[in-house]
């Protein structure tokens, strides 16, 4: 194991290392790495899987070591996922100091002497410097945002066309922003602004060297958990309006009214787990909802599902709803199949990790995968924020571009206000 007193303070330098200067070390030497806190928690985790890098696992939680997963919108047919093992587990306090240190490899593997030494070297050189900008180093990009909104309205056309014709009932028509971003963006600084600000979000931040890019995002969808006392969780997420008055004041959750179209769309992300379910033959759930809650600049209507699967006797429960779920009603469409087809043809773009899932298995016995929504990708200077909106019926393309919009703004207004 890792002396903890080398991380926290060191005595030979007298620094005591920080959560962004083991970020960097782990960049400059291609180490993966995945930074999260998740929902009504103040503890940050950072693990860096220094021996085998990212593998391709199948998702059978039960069967993984502790770890991080990032799974892509589409999942290949060999149904693998992204798996970054935790060779090194930090925990982190919020001022981005370590607190505690868990290794499997011990601090004499050179690789670990390497990322520490180098982490070491980083933090020294930072405290040699001038502060850091005030600049995020997050700047928009110059683009037709006319055409933009245009094609995006157009496509929300075609899916209500499609769906009088019942092709399908709903689908999740997405797109995207794109911005610059230079030296002076520090990922670390983002995420903890982003943890900051959105106490009830998964916060994340994963860096994957064989892809050459880093996703951050601020996730309010939980896809499946499970805790240590073995009870599992999943949740169906949709309808979505400002959480703002007109005139800018915060709108009281006592006063939020839901329309027939974002009641239905939730009901049918909901009436999908339930289906799930009965695919199992899992009749002993706990459903709460569905309920108002708030999202960083936005309201949804969410219910929860629960079991207890030491109750029900079924292990590996988190696994089976994992397939069965993804990709959810939520982020595709309903039914599943036709809906994908029409994004495929109507998009234009590869959605990639977007609107996938992510998260810690089997940290401290648990495991808790999110959707990756609210989320931005960085790779050669540029920044790609994602939105979605469901689209029904009952869909005005206007206000389905306004509300990707708003989802927009989830990151934009705390990372690059200007934008």
């Known amino acids: 194991m890792i002396d903890s007193n080398r991380i926290t303070s060191n005595t030979t330098t007298g620094v005591s290392l920080r959560a962004e200067a083991l970020w960097e070390a782990a960049q400059n030497l291609g180490f993966p790495a995945a930074v999260w806190r998740l929902p009504h928690q103040e503890q940050i985790r950072l693990l860096i899987a220094v021996t085998e890098g990212v593998s391709r696992r199948q998702p ?3 069967a993984l070591p502790a770890g991080f997963i990032v799974s892509p919108f589409l999942v290949p047919d060999t149904n693998e996922v992204l798996f970054l093992e935790g060779d090194i587990l930090f925990t982190i306090l919020p001022d981005e100091q370590v607190k505690e240190v868990e290794s499997k490899l011990g601090e004499e ?3 670990v002497k390497q ?3 180098t982490a070491h070297e980083i933090q020294l050189k930072r405290l040699d410097t001038a502060p850091a900008s005030l600049s995020t180093g997050l700047y928009p990009l110059a683009t037709n945002r006319t055409d933009q909104q245009e094609r995006f309205k157009r496509g929300v056309e075609l899916a209500i066309e499609a769906i009088r014709e019942e092709q399908f009932d709903k689908v999740v ?3 995207t922003r794109e911005l610059t971003y230079n030296e002076d963006f520090r990922p670390i600084k983002a995420f903890t602004k982003l943890a900051a600000t959105y106490p009830s979000a998964f916060i994340s931040l994963v860096y994957l060297p064989e892809q050459k890019e880093t996703w951050l995002g601020a996730s309010p969808e939980t896809l499946v958990s499970t805790d240590a006392q073995g009870i599992f969780r999943t949740a169906s997420l949709a309808g979505t309006q400002v959480a703002r008055t007109a005139s800018g004041e915060p709108l009281p959750k006592a006063e939020v009214r839901w329309g027939q179209k974002e009641i ?6 909901s009436r999908y787990i339930v289906e799930c379910f009965k695919k199992i033959r899992l009749r002993e759930y706990l459903e709460k909802g569905p309920k108002t809650v ?10 929860d599902f629960e079991v207890d699967t030491q109750a ?4 590996g429960l988190d696994s089976v709803m994992l397939r069965l779920l993804h990709p959810t009603s939520a982020v595709c469409g309903m039914p599943k199949e036709p809906a994908l ?3 495929t043809e109507v998009e234009g773009y590869d959605r990639t990790f977007y609107s996938g899932y992510l998260g810690p298995v089997n940290v401290e016995q648990e495991s808790h995968l999110f959707v990756n929504l609210r989320s931005m990708r960085l790779a050669d200077g540029i920044a790609t924020v994602y939105a979605g909106a469901g689209i029904t019926e009952d869909s005005d393309p206007q206000r389905e571009w306004e509300e990707t919009e708003l989802k927009c703004q989830t990151l934009l207004r705390v990372l690059a206000p200007e934008a």
């Open 60 to 62: 059978d939680l039960e």
């Open 109 to 111: 593997h050179p690789s």
């Open 115 to 117: 990322l520490l030494k």
């Open 173 to 175: 028509l997405s797109r």
């Open 264 to 269: 239905e769309e939730q009901a049918l992300v």
């Open 294 to 303: 708030q999202a960083g600049n936005l309201y949804h209507l969410r219910t």
């Open 312 to 315: 029900v006797n079924f292990q």
């Open 341 to 343: 087809r029409f994004l």
